[in-house]
T-cell receptor, first 114, second 115 residues
Framework: DAMVIQNPRYQVTQFGKPVTLSCSQTLNHNVMYWYQQKSSQAPKLLFHYYDKDFNNEADTPDNFQSRRPNTSFCFLDIRSPGLGDAAMYLC?????????????FGPGTRLTVL | AQSVTQLDSQVPVFEEAPVELRCNYSSSVSVYLFWYVQYPNQGLQLLLKYLSGSTLVKGINGFEAEFNKSQTSFHLRKPSVHISDTAEYFCAVSDPNFGNEKLTFGTGTRLTIIP
């Protein structure tokens, strides 16, 4: 089945130690998104890639970076995680970024910062 | 900026009873509206969406939602729930004039089905 895969499902890191979260997709979609979801809060868009074009949300901290080496993979890098970065990180894809289109989500990676 | 309000953070319902999950959005201009469901240990999955046309939208698993422009609401309903409907439900909105499909989500409603 075509799907969005996130690895690992659970990640523990230390305060200030860089961490990378991984997302892959077999849907061959053009657009990939990263959302941050803190406990009892709405998922919040961090950035997205339309093909190779990177689109950062205005309020996404510089501590968060992303890479998309090819259509299938997208990475979220947190350069110096703080305690406030503990959250669920959701990856999603969409076919073409058309307004009204459907986004397909992975199961998420829960990040714990010690 | 758009915002979405889901007033009920948790809704317990007996099995086979009807349920309504409430969603209100901030803008009075044209919007696209979505309901996503997140089952335990899974990603979000689209239940239904309203883009235009009939204000009553039918989705998967027997769910439906009604777009009410005057009330700026998009409440989700199901006439008879099952244990398998236990999940978190997110309402979301996108602005067709914004040029892309950025979604703004509500904080979610956790639906618990009581046997």
């Amino acid at each position: 089945d075509a799907m969005v895969i996130q690895n690992p499902r659970y990640q523990v890191t230390q305060f200030g130690k860089p961490v990378t979260l991984s997302c892959s997709q077999t849907l061959n979609h053009n657009v990939m998104y990263w959302y941050q979801q803190k406990s009892s809060q709405a998922p919040k868009l961090l950035f997205h890639y339309y093909d190779k074009d990177f689109n950062n949300e205005a309020d996404t901290p510089d501590n968060f970076q992303s890479r998309r080496p090819n259509t299938s993979f997208c990475f979220l890098d947190i350069r110096s995680p703080g305690l406030g970065d503990a959250a669920m990180y959701l990856c999603a894809t969409s076919r073409d970024g058309r307004v009204g289109g459907t986004q397909y989500f992975g199961p998420g990676t829960r990040l714990t910062v010690l | 900026a758009q915002s979405v309000t889901q007033l009920d953070s948790q809704v317990p319902v007996f099995e086979e009873a009807p349920v309504e999950l409430r969603c209100n959005y901030s803008s009075s201009v044209s919007v696209y509206l979505f309901w996503y469901v997140q089952y335990p240990n899974q990603g979000l999955q689209l239940l239904l969406k309203y883009l235009s046309g009939s204000t009553l939208v039918k989705g998967i698993n027997g769910f439906e939602a009604e777009f009410n422009k005057s009330q700026t609401s998009f409440h989700l309903r199901k006439p008879s729930v099952h244990i398998s409907d236990t999940a978190e439900y997110f309402c979301a909105v996108s602005d067709p004039n914004f040029g892309n499909e950025k979604l703004t989500f509500g904080t979610g409603t956790r639906l618990t089905i009581i046997p």
